[in-house]
């Protein structure tokens, strides 16, 4: 069983920066055949839409984030990081850390089998 948990959402103004994190808890051989890792966000009354996923060590972005998000897994891949800097009032959503056993950088929800609980990122 693999259970995922974000922290580091937050209110902020635009230009600004946030660091989320999720860490990932379970068995270690559970936590390494997570081979894909990614964020997803869901504003409200609109569909969730995938911002960056990581894949053995390759990366993935939504055109809307490119160039100021950076997504990031540590070496013992128990901790997944997205760094969002230039901070936009669109960017204002739940953001949830999602994980799968099977391979790719899919940024569409219904890839993913494991989910954590989600962050709230206020920007204004």
């Known amino acids: 069983h693999v259970q995922l948990v974000e922290s580091g959402g937050d209110s902020v103004q635009a230009g600004g920066t946030l660091r989320l994190s999720c860490v990932a808890s379970g068995h270690t051989d559970s936590i390494d055949s997570l081979i894909t890792m990614g964020w997803l966000r869901q504003a409200p009354g609109k569909e969730r839409e995938g911002v960056a996923t990581w894949h053995a060590g390759t990366t993935r972005y939504a055109d809307s984030v490119k160039g100021r998000f950076t997504i990031s897994r540590d070496a013992e891949k128990k901790t997944l990081s997205l760094q969002m800097d230039g901070l936009e009032p669109e960017d204002t959503a739940v953001y949830y850390c999602?994980?799968?056993?099977?391979?790719?950088?899919?940024?569409?929800?219904?890839?993913?089998?494991?989910w954590g609980q989600g962050t709230q990122v206020t920007v204004s």
């Open positions: 999602a994980a799968t056993r099977r391979p790719g950088r899919s940024l569409v929800e219904a890839n993913y089998d494991y």
